[in-house]
Nanobody, 121 residues
Framework: QVQLVESGGGLVQAGGSLRLSCAASGVIFRINAMGWYRQAPGKQRELVAVEISGSSTNYADSAKGRFTISRDYAENTVDLQMNNLKPEDTAVYYC???????????????WGQGTQVTVSS
């Protein structure tokens, strides 16, 4: 019902920057939150940054001061600007949204397919 398409991953040297983008489409009544998660090999998926609609923005400690999340509410997109990248940022990055597909419906989580970010030392 809700599709997320991510773009912007790639290979970058340590200290470099990347910008990830995610666009949500489909049957959407309201988006309650959009954010980014990541999963490194052998590790659990973890929060990177999330913006709750009309409310707060939360960052993982590892992302604070280096990453910036931004949303376009009209376009249902979310970007993640990543600066000063480190090898430990290497992971598959997933876009996630919590969205209502119709009025009075609960919010459900939808995930993108993931985009690989590789930071070389």
């Amino acid at each position: 019902q809700v599709q997320l398409v991510e773009s912007g991953g790639g290979l970058v040297q340590a200290g470099g920057s990347l910008r990830l983008s995610c666009a949500a489409s489909g049957v959407i009544f309201r988006i309650n939150a959009m954010g980014w998660y990541r999963q490194a090999p052998g590790k659990q998926r973890e929060l990177v940054a999330v913006e709750i609609s009309g409310s707060s923005t939360n960052y993982a400690d590892s992302a604070k001061g280096r990453f910036t999340i931004s949303r376009d509410y009209a376009e249902n997109t979310v970007d993640l600007q990543m600066n000063n990248l480190k090898p430990e940022d290497t992971a598959v990055y997933y876009c996630k949204t919590t969205a209502q597909v119709r009025v009075l419906a609960p919010g459900y989580d939808f995930w993108g397919q993931g985009t690989q970010v590789t930071v070389s030392s």
